[in-house]
């Protein structure tokens, strides 16, 4: 079972890509089951409606903004990358616009879908814009005059209310209902036109007209995404290797403690014969893995050091030795000067 589980998540992680949108997906499916199985309430009331259908059209989609900012893993790695120190390393505002703009388009696949669905319902438009109707070109146009306007938008505000609606006699309630939903249908499917065409332009035109920035963007970005898991990787790799070493150093040490008590008493007539105890076959590849950091303090100026100032992106060049909270120096090591001395014998 762990072995499968294991699987899973090796794919999931050389398929991140994949992996999230396929999430995205199914926040979007899920964005349309949870608005079916909203029970929308019109309160009926003048100040009220309107409110209750901003709300129910702009707040659940930022929700679901939100949440698929939240479930992608890249979002810690563009926060990390934009507040990280400079050091030896420019950071490149096209690389974290790159990273936003793909983020941002796999979490507004939702919040589109929720506000198509809610437009092409027609239940939110009609509730939000029921009292402006114009009732003298779809009702009796020669009682609205004599109406008040405090009176009028009583009535029109119960329009999708059909229990407590009573104004049949000013304007039949089906006719302002169709009236309302057909514009919001129209306002939908024009909505989900732009939507796609936007989509269109942004995936597909727009790496045409800027080719090299592009690539240049996508390339470094997925550097930053492939250098953070192997640092990860070989943090826990160290991380496994120093508990293993430090774990046997403290059995071998407990170990000689007892053999040290239990042959006190006859150390004196007893020789000792036993040899040095040998070190496990392991312990040797463990302390090779370690890579020379054995300590708490070294290791913590190396994470501070890799915070603060990261290696330049230049291969094939000698780093400078790790010094205190960062790198000493700011360029390639001088070469070391090599002295000889002869001695001549007389």
């Given at each position: 079972?762990?072995?499968?589980?294991?699987?899973?998540?090796?794919?999931?992680?050389?398929?991140?890509?994949?992996?999230?949108?396929?999430?995205?997906?199914?926040?979007?499916?899920?964005?349309?089951?949870?608005?079916?199985?909203?029970?929308?309430?019109?309160?009926?009331?003048?100040?009220?409606?309107?409110?209750y259908s901003a709300g129910i059209l702009l707040a659940p989609p930022l929700v679901?903004?939100?949440?698929?900012?939240?479930?992608?893993?890249?979002?810690?790695?563009?926060?990390?990358?934009?507040?990280?120190?400079?050091?030896?390393?420019?950071?490149?505002?096209?690389?974290?616009?790159?990273?936003?703009?793909?983020?941002?388009?796999?979490?507004?696949?939702?919040?589109?879908?929720?506000?198509?669905?809610?437009?092409?319902?027609?239940?939110?438009?009609?509730?939000?814009?029921?009292?402006?109707?114009?009732?003298?070109?779809?009702?009796?146009?020669?009682?609205?005059?004599?109406?008040?306007?405090?009176?009028?938008?009583?009535?029109?505000?119960?329009?999708?209310?059909?229990?407590?609606?009573?104004?049949?006699?000013?304007?039949?309630?089906?006719?302002?209902?169709?009236?309302?939903?057909?514009?919001?249908?129209?306002?939908?499917?024009?909505?989900?036109?732009?939507?796609?065409?936007?989509?269109?332009?942004?995936?597909?035109?727009?790496?045409?007209?800027?080719?090299?920035?592009?690539?240049?963007?996508?390339?470094?970005?997925?550097?930053?995404?492939?250098?953070?898991?192997?640092?990860?990787?070989t943090c826990t790799e160290h991380a496994k290797a120093f508990a293993k070493v430090?774990?046997?150093?403290?059995?071998?040490?407990?170990?000689?403690?007892?053999?040290?008590?239990?042959?006190?008493?006859?150390?004196?007539?007893?020789?000792?014969?036993?040899?040095?105890?040998?070190?496990?076959?392991g312990a040797e590849e463990e302390r090779e893995k370690l890579r020379g950091i054995?300590?708490?303090?070294?290791?913590?100026?190396?994470?501070?050091?890799?915070?603060?100032?990261?290696?330049?992106?230049?291969?094939?060049?000698?780093?400078?030795?790790?010094?205190?909270?960062?790198?000493?120096?700011?360029?390639?090591?001088?070469?070391?000067?090599?002295?000889?001395?002869?001695?001549?014998?007389?």
């Amino acid at each position: 079972t762990m072995d499968k589980f294991r699987m899973i998540f090796q794919f999931l992680q050389s398929n991140q890509e994949s992996f999230m949108n396929g999430i995205c997906g199914i926040m979007a499916l899920a964005s349309a089951q949870m608005y079916s199985a909203f029970d929308f309430n019109c309160p009926c009331l003048p100040g009220y409606n309107a409110a209750y259908s901003a709300g129910i059209l702009l707040a659940p989609p930022l929700v679901l903004f939100l949440l698929g900012l939240v479930m992608n893993n890249n979002v810690s790695m563009l926060a990390e990358e934009w507040k990280r120190p400079p050091g030896r390393r420019a950071k490149d505002p096209a690389v974290l616009r790159y990273m936003f703009c793909s983020m941002a388009q796999r979490a507004l696949i939702a919040p589109v879908v929720w506000v198509a669905v809610t437009l092409l319902d027609g239940k939110c438009f009609l509730c939000a814009f029921c009292t402006a109707v114009p009732v003298t070109a779809l009702g009796n146009g020669s009682l609205a005059p004599g109406l008040p306007a405090p009176e009028l938008a009583r009535l029109l505000a119960r329009v999708p209310c059909p229990e407590i609606y009573d104004g049949d006699w000013l304007l039949a309630r089906e006719v302002a209902v169709r009236y309302l939903r057909c514009i919001s249908q129209a306002l939908g499917w024009s909505f989900v036109l732009l939507t796609t065409l936007l989509a269109f332009v942004v995936r597909s035109v727009r790496p045409c007209f800027t080719q090299v920035a592009f690539l240049k963007s996508k390339y470094w970005s997925h550097y930053i995404d492939i250098e953070r898991k192997l640092f990860d990787e070989t943090c826990t790799e160290h991380a496994k290797a120093f508990a293993k070493v430090c774990i046997q150093q403290f059995f071998e040490a407990m170990n000689h403690d007892l053999e040290l008590g239990h042959t006190h008493g006859t150390l004196a007539t007893a020789p000792a014969s036993a040899a040095a105890p040998t070190p496990p076959d392991g312990a040797e590849e463990e302390r090779e893995k370690l890579r020379g950091i054995t300590d708490q303090g070294t290791m913590n100026r190396l994470l501070t050091s890799w915070h603060k100032c990261k290696p330049p992106l230049q291969l094939g060049r000698e780093e400078p030795l790790l010094m205190g909270n960062g790198w000493a120096g700011g360029g390639p090591r001088p070469p070391r000067k090599e002295v000889a001395t002869y001695f001549s014998k007389v």
